[in-house]
C-alpha cells in the first residue's frame, strides 16, 4: 500500500508560475505611464509572496465562497447535512446510554426502581423524538422526481444517504428496546411462576432466605404472607405492564418511521448500489434528455412548418375571399350600373 | 497480501482525508477499478454525494462541495484535468493518481491552478482491479497484446502493462526477484522492463527486506492454453465461462422472464457472503448449498408469515432489512444456478466436458472415436465442437500421424462454417506447436505434464470433470519444492535458493477464473506462503479463442 505524495513538487511548480505571472504584472507596472508604483500593487506583491503565513491565509480566504458562485443548491442543505450528522452523533450516544440504563435497571435488588424506570422513560422519548424529527427533516427536503440535473441527483443522494443513517440507528434502537422487552416479560414470567409456587406450597418458604430465616417467618402465619405477597405483586405487575405498553408504543411510533425510510435507502448487494451503473444511469438520463431534446425541436420546426402551411393556406383563403367579395361588389355595381342605367 | 483489501484501503484513506461533502471524479479506468470494491451507499455514507465521470463537460459549478478526482495518469485524464483545474467547478481539490505521474504532468496541472484550488496530489497505486483476495486484472481485453510478430509486444500495451505490474508491486510493497518463462520474449522483455522500473524508482520500491525475497513470476499464456479451453465446473469460473462476468457484473437479461430487478446482477465476494463461501466450491457442493440456503429463507419467511402475536410482528420488523437482503440475494443465486443448470443440460456439457478432460489429462487411444462422435451429435454447440477439435490439436497435433486435418473437414460437414475452423490453424500457429514437437525434451515445452499424468492414474480419479488442474498450480508447487529449473524459469538477475514466502504471478495473454480458484486452494493448503495471481485480462474460452484470432492477425 505504498503511497507518494507529489504535494510539495506541486506547490513548487505552482509557485514559480504565479511568481512569473507577478513579474510580468510588476513590469508592466514599470512601464506604467505615470511612472509611479501604486500602493496595491506593492500590497498585491506582498500577499503572493511565499510565506507559510500568507498562504495559509490566502486559505482561509478562499473557503469563503461568494454568495454567487452556490448555485443549483441552496445553503439550508448544508446545514441541513450537519445538523443530522450532530442527531447521529448525539443518538449513537443516547442509544449506549439507554442500554447501559436497561442493563442496570435489570439486575435485581432491592433499591427503588422508579427513579431509574422514569430516567429510561424519558430518554426513550427523548431518542424517539429525535428520530421522528430528523426523518421529517429528511422527508420534507423536496427532492425533485426527475433527476435530469446535477444538482437533483446531488439532492437526491444526500437524502439516500442521511436516510441510510437514521434507518441504522432506528434498527439499532429498536434492537435495544426489543431486547430490553423480552426480558422484562422474561422476569414477569418468572415472578409468575414463583409466586403461584410459593402461594400452592407456602411451608417450603421463599427461595433466597436461608436455613436460619426460616425461624423468624415462622411467627408470621402462611395466609398472611400470601395476602402480603398477592398485594406487593399486583403492584409489580401493574408497573411492569405499564412499562411494557410504554417500550411497545414506542417501538410501533418507530415501525412506521422504517417504513418510511425504507422506501429511500439503496438495496445493497444489488446492481443499483453499484457505482459504474449508477454513472451509467445518469448517462443515459443525459442521452435520454438529449433526445428529448433534440424530438422537441423537431416538433417545434415540424410545428412552425406546419404554422407556415396553415398561415400560407389562410392567406389563400383570405385573397379567395377578397377577390369573391370584390367579384360580388363589382357585379353588384355592374348591375347598380345597369339598373341605373335601365333606370336613366 | 489482500489484493481487495488493499484497493479499498486505498480509497478509504483519500475520503477520509477529505471531511466534509464531496464529489468524486473519475475517469474510465478508476471506474472500474473503484465499482469492483467499493459501493455506492459505502460512499455515501462518507458524505461522497456525487460520483462522475471527469470527462462529464456538463457538470454544473457547485463551490461549495470538495473534489476528490481518482484518475489515471494518462495523457487524457490529465489533460482533462487540467482543463478542469482551469476553470474549476468545486471549492477545492484533492488530487490521486493511480500511478507514477512525471514531472512534466505535475509541472503542467500546477500551471493550470492559478486559482490555487488544489490541497492535495497523491499518487496512489491501485492501478488495477482487484477481483478476489487474491486475483487481479489489468483490464486489458481490448487491446492488442502483439506487436509484429507473436514475439514481439504492441508498445502502447507494453507501456500499459509495465505500468500496472509496477503498481500491483507497489500496492503490495514488494520488490521481488523476477523469473520469466524461457521461451517467452514477451516474458522475457517484461522482466527486464520491470526490473529496470524498480532500479529507477529505487526510492519508491525501497521496502522493508525480508529473508527471501518476493518472487515475481511472469508466465506466457502461450504454455498453458489448454485452461481456458476447459469447462469450468466452480461456480466463479463457471458463470463466467456459461454467461460472462463483466468487472463483477452478471448480464442474465437474455433469460426468458425474468424479473426486472434481475436482469443484471452483481457477484462480489465481498459484499455478499454466500457467494464467499461458495464462489471456488463446484457444482455438485454449490447445489447443496444453494438448497439449505433456500430452506434456511423459508423457514425464515415462515416465520415472517406466521405473524401471530405482536411479538412476532416486531421481531420481523426488526429482521426485515437482512430478511429483504436475503431474499434478494437468494433469488439471485437461486436464478443464476437454474440457468447454469439449464445450460448444462441443454449443451450436454457434462459428456463434453468428460471429453475435454480426458483430451487435457491422459492419452487415450479411442480420444479420436469419441471427438468424432460427439462433433456428428446435435445438441452440442458448435463451440464445444470447436473445442474438442482444439484439445485433440494440442494432444495429438505434434505427433506424425494426426488426424486434425479429418476431424477439421468432420466440423465443415457438420454444418460449422470453413471460417470458423480456421481458429484451428491460427491456434496452432499462436501455441506455437510445430517448435514443441522439436524440443519434446525440454519439459516446458510440452504443454501436457507426463509424469503427473502417470502419478494421477494411480491415484485414481475423484472427479472426472475436475482431473484437470492449471498448469500454474503445478508451476507454484514445483518453485515451493525447489524444483523449478533456472535453465527453463531464469532470473533477471541474481538467484535464490531458499523457499518464497510471497510469490506474486502475472499471466502475458490472461488468467482464467479457474486458475484463481487453484491458487486460492494452495493458499489455503500451504502455510506460510502467499500468492497473488493476475493477468493482462480474464478470459473465458470465448475471449480465449477471440485473443487467439487477434493473435494469429499480426
Known sequence: MATRSRKALFIQYRNLYSKNTINSESLSVQVNPEGIESNDSERAGLIKKNSPFVMSMDNIGQEIIPLNEITGIPSYWTDLVDEVNESVEYLTKEIQNLSELHRKHLIPNFENKDEEEQLINNKTDEITQTIVSCQRKIQNLGVPDTLDSQSAKLKKNIQVSLATKIQDLSQLFRKAQSSYLSKLRNIEQINNSLITTDSINPQNGIPGFDEEDDDELLYVSSSQLQLLEENSTDQIVSAREKEINEISKSINELLGIFRELQTMVIDQGTILDRIDYNIEQVDTNMENATVQLTKATKYQKRTQKSMAICLVILAGVLILFIIIVLLKVMSRRGDKDNTTKGNS | ?554
Open chain 2, 1 to 554: 497480501m489482500d489484493i481487495v483489501k488493499i484497493s479499498q484501503t486505498y480509497v478509504q484513506k483519500m475520503i477520509n482525508n477529505t471531511p466534509g461533502m464531496k464529489v468524486l471524479l473519475l475517469d474510465d479506468f478508476t471506474t472500474l477499478y473503484i465499482s469492483a470494491i467499493a459501493t455506492q451507499s459505502n460512499l455515501l455514507s462518507k458524505e461522497v454525494f456525487l460520483i462522475d465521470k471527469i470527462e462529464n463537460t456538463s457538470r454544473e459549478r457547485m463551490k461549495h462541495l470538495k473534489c476528490i478526482c481518482f484518475l489515471r495518469p494518462s495523457a487524457k485524464s490529465v489533460q482533462l484535468m487540467i482543463d478542469e483545474l482551469r476553470n474549476p467547478n468545486y471549492g477545492s481539490y484533492y488530487l490521486y493518481f493511480s500511478n507514477i505521474l512525471s514531472k512534466s504532468q505535475i509541472e503542467r496541472m500546477a500551471e493550470a491552478d492559478q486559482q490555487e484550488t488544489v490541497r492535495e496530489l497523491q499518487e496512489f497505486y491501485g492501478d488495477f482491479c482487484a477481483v478476489n483476495s487474491n486475483f487481479y486484472s489489468l483490464n486489458l481485453q481490448s487491446y492488442q497484446i502483439y506487436g509484429d510478430s507473436l514475439n514481439t509486444w504492441n508498445n502502447d500495451t507494453f507501456k500499459r502493462t509495465v505500468e500496472g505490474l509496477r503498481a500491483v508491486l507497489l500496492a503490495l510493497k514488494k520488490r521481488p526477484m523476477i523469473r520469466y518463462e524461457k521461451n517467452s520474449a514477451l516474458g522475457k522483455r517484461l522482466a527486464s522492463e520491470i526490473n529496470y522500473q524498480i532500479q529507477q524508482e529505487s526510492q519508491l520500491f525501497d521496502f522493508r527486506r525480508y529473508d527471501t525475497p518476493p518472487i515475481l513470476l511472469i508466465l506466457d499464456r502461450k504454455n498453458d492454453p489448454v485452461t481456458p479451453l476447459l469447462n469450468q465446473w466452480t461456480y466463479q469460473a463457471m458463470v463466467h465461462e456459461l454467461i460472462g462476468i463483466n468487472n463483477g457484473r452478471v448480464d442474465l437479461s437474455r433469460i426468458s422472464d425474468i424479473k426486472p430487478d434481475l436482469k443484471e446482477i452483481v457477484l462480489s465476494a465481498d459484499q455478499d457472503i454466500f457467494f464467499k463461501n461458495n464462489m471456488y466450491l463446484n457444482f455438485g457442493d454449490l447445489g447443496v448449498n444453494i438448497k439449505n440456503y433456500v430452506n434456511e429463507f423459508q423457514n425464515r419467511h415462515h416465520n415472517s408469515v406466521n405473524i401471530e402475536s405482536i411479538n412476532d410482528m416486531k421481531k420481523f420488523v426488526e429482521e426485515y432489512p437482512e430478511f429483504k437482503k436475503l431474499s434478494g440475494n437468494v433469488s439471485k443465486h437461486v436464478t443464476l444456478v437454474s440457468e447454469l443448470s439449464r445450460l448444462v443440460s441443454k449443451d450436454s456439457l457434462l459428456e463434453v466436458s468428460e471429453l475435454e478432460q480426458n483430451l487435457a489429462c491422459v492419452n487415450n487411444s479411442n480420444d479420436l472415436k469419441e471427438v468424432q462422435n460427439l462433433i456428428k451429435r446435435g445438441n452440442i454447440t458448435d463451440e464445444s465442437k470447436i473445442k474438442l477439435v482444439l484439445l485433440y490439436t494440442i494432444r495429438y497435433g505434434s505427433q506424425n500421424r494426426n488426424e486434425v486435418n479429418a476431424l477439421k473437414n468432420l466440423l465443415i460437414q457438420n454444418g460449422i462454417s470453413e471460417d470458423r475452423t480456421k481458429i484451428i490453424d491460427q491456434f496452432i500457429r499462436y501455441v506455437e506447436l510445430d517448435q514443441r514437437q522439436n524440443e519434446e525434451t525440454t519439459a516446458i515445452n510440452t504443454i501436457f505434464d507426463k509424469g503427473k499424468n502417470v502419478f494421477k492414474g494411480l491415484k485414481g480419479v475423484e472427479n472426472v470433470y475436475t482431473q484437470h488442474t492449471s498448469k500454474v498450480a503445478d508451476t507454484i508447487q514445483s518453485l515451493l519444492k525447489g524444483k523449478l529449473r533456472d535453465q527453463l524459469y531464469p532470473y533477471i538477475e541474481g538467484s535464490i535458493r531458499d523457499r518464497p514466502q510471497d510469490i506474486i504471478i502475472f499471466m502475458i495473454g490472461g488468467a482464467t477464473y479457474g486458475e484463481a480458484r487453484d491458487i486460492a486452494q494452495l493458499n489455503e493448503e500451504i502455510p506460510n506462503v502467499r500468492i497473488i495471481l493476475g493477468g493482462t485480462s480474464i478470459h473465458n474460452t470465448q475471449s480465449f479463442l477471440d485473443f487467439v484470432k487477434n493473435a494469429a492477425s499480426v
